[in-house]
T-cell receptor, first 113, second 115 residues
Framework: AAGVIQSPRHLIKEKRETATLKCYPIPRHDTVYWYQQGPGQDPQFLISFYEKMQSDKGSIPDRFSAQQFSDYHSELNMSSLELGDSALYFC????????????FGPGTRLTVL | AQKVTQAQTEISVVEKEDVTLDCVYETRDTTYYLFWYKQPPSGELVFLIRRNSFDEQNEISGRYSWNFQKSTSSFNFTITASQVVDSAVYFCALILTGGGNKLTFGTGTQLKVEL
């Protein structure tokens, strides 16, 4: 069965640079979520999209933005990167009315030097 | 606001021992879902179980079992006859169906199973 695809899997950036993470949800899933997991921490919800519209927003910095495109893939754009942005970024997808079951991608490990 | 507490930061057991990971949650909602995820050293989040708030039936899946008690707001996870491959961080998480379906995670329990 198809799973959530995230690219790239690893990314190294310098401070103040920008980064774009991509997420391809499971086909026919209508909702995409982004989570950030810092070292030794639990995943924290950033933002979600339902049918290409932002549906919920968590603790996402103003330097970050995200969108969902017509083909349902989503991108998380991060600008003015800081050392503290180094984390594992997960994308998850779901069918909204199926009781909350979210399927996670393998994550993108971002390292900011 | 909802909250998930995993008081056990780290647990070490010897292979073949049984181990229980505790999870306590807080919410004022009556409709919600509880989850357990496993995160091995490779980093991916592996779904283990989902339980809705109206179903207090305990569940067993192989060496894994879950005990859901609404009266104490707990959703504990037991691994029977632990194995080295069970070594991972385990997260308990909560979704409020009226809260945008975002997952609220506990802080996780690091389980180390040694030979």
């Amino acid at each position: 069965a198809a799973g959530v695809i995230q690219s790239p899997r690893h990314l190294i950036k310098e401070k103040r640079e920008t980064a774009t993470l991509k997420c391809y949800p499971i086909p026919r899933h209508d909702t995409v979520y982004w989570y950030q997991q810092g070292p030794g921490q639990d995943p924290q919800f950033l933002i979600s999209f339902y049918e290409k519209m932002q549906s919920d927003k968590g603790s996402i910095p103003d330097r970050f933005s995200a969108q969902q495109f017509s083909d349902y893939h989503s991108e998380l754009n991060m600008s003015s990167l800081e050392l503290g942005d180094s984390a594992l970024y997960f994308c998850a997808s779901s069918i909204r009315d199926r009781g909350g079951q979210q399927f996670f991608g393998p994550g993108t490990r971002l390292t900011v030097l | 606001a909802q909250k998930v507490t995993q008081a056990q930061t780290e647990i070490s057991v010897v292979e073949k021992e049984d181990v229980t990971l505790d999870c306590v949650y807080e919410t004022r909602d009556t409709t919600y879902y509880l989850f357990w995820y496993k995160q091995p050293p490779s980093g991916e989040l592996v779904f283990l179980i989902r339980r809705n708030s109206f179903d207090e039936q305990n569940e067993i899946s192989g060496r894994y079992s879950w005990n859901f008690q609404k009266s104490t707001s707990s959703f504990n996870f037991t691994i029977t006859a632990s194995q080295v491959v069970d070594s991972a961080v385990y997260f308990c998480a909560l979704i409020l169906t009226g809260g945008g379906n975002k997952l609220t995670f506990g802080t996780g329990t690091q389980l180390k199973v040694e030979l």
